[in-house]
């Protein structure tokens, strides 16, 4: 497993592993995704691309988390899977796989926000940790 949920006081957060950037964002991606929960086994599935600009990993991450939670409330979609990812300077370019929610969903939990709180992104040691306002 990539990532291992953690317990927190009244939220619920992931520490997510890889030994690149591009790995330790994947994870955290299909770590996200599992925290929010199952789309079943009959989902439709669907990718998009998006772009972020941002000042340092941890602020590319709270964006991209962000627009997780965004895609799933908004567009009723769970992308949980990266499918592409490229930095240019201050700029991601980020493919997303994941699938439309249809009558099967099964929640874990209803995620409010991506936070700071306890926020880490570790390159060197191959870990990250985000925490999840519920």
Do not use: W
């Not at 409330?73 to 990266?82: A, M, N, P």
């Amino acid at each position: 497993m990539t990532f291992e949920l953690i317990e927190h006081t009244g939220d619920v957060g992931i520490r997510y592993f890889g030994s690149t950037i591009e790995e330790l964002f994947s994870s955290a991606i299909t770590g996200t995704a599992y925290v929010i929960g199952d789309p079943g086994k009959n989902c439709n599935r669907t990718s998009t691309k998006i772009k972020i600009t941002f000042s340092d990993y941890q602020d590319l991450m709270m964006q991209l988390i962000d627009r997780i939670i965004f895609f799933f409330e908004v567009d009723e979609i769970l992308y949980g899977t990266l499918a592409g990812f490229s930095l240019n300077g201050n700029e991601a370019s980020i493919g997303l796989e994941g699938c439309r929610i249809n009558g099967d969903f099964q929640y874990r939990y209803i995620l409010k926000a991506p936070t700071y709180h306890k926020m880490e992104i570790n390159p060197e040691k191959g870990y990250g940790v985000q925490i999840f306002d519920i």
